[in-house]
């Protein structure tokens, strides 16, 4: 299986093949498709939203943090050290990807794909043990949501968050916050309607 962490270090002009936008972000469902032979099956529906509910697992990944969106497109690619999931600006700051899950009513759940705004020190270090299978999985990280989670973007960014190895095979999961609501978007279950509402706008 290929490790989903680990990736070719390269500069930030190879990951800006396509415009961006402040709402830009990449969003696919969890359920896998298949060809069919027999035409198009018919998806099931949630009794509660109408929904698919192929749509109810949701993975949003978000391609760049806010602040680097705020620089000029041409002069990102000098300012910027890193690749997809490991990033230093020159002048803004040092960035990890991480893995924010929020629960949905039915047992459904939305991940989101961010960047956590760390320490230079916690970017050199996450940067030394990223590709060791010993070490990453010890890996804690504290730092600020470089993101807005859509349905709640005032209130998630540049919030508090703890972060940790929950998957060897991915990136680090947000697991705590020392913001009240930050710690009840990562802990409670939100009622799938509105979280995937928010999302649609964007896809």
Known sequence: MTNKRVQKFR????MNNSPIRREDFESSSGAGSACNPHGPAMKETCLHCG????EHDRHIRFKLPEPVL???KEERQPRTWGNDVLMQVKDLGSFVRILIPVKLTGGYTVTFSGWLSVQSDDLRRAWEVWTDEELYPQLRLKGVLANMLPSWESETYIKPLETAVLNPEHTPYAVDSSDDFMRRVLQDEWPHQFVLSAIAPYE
């Open 70 to 72: 705020d620089i000029p």
């Open 11 to 14: 500069s930030i002009e190879e």
């Open 51 to 54: 929904r698919p509910l192929d």
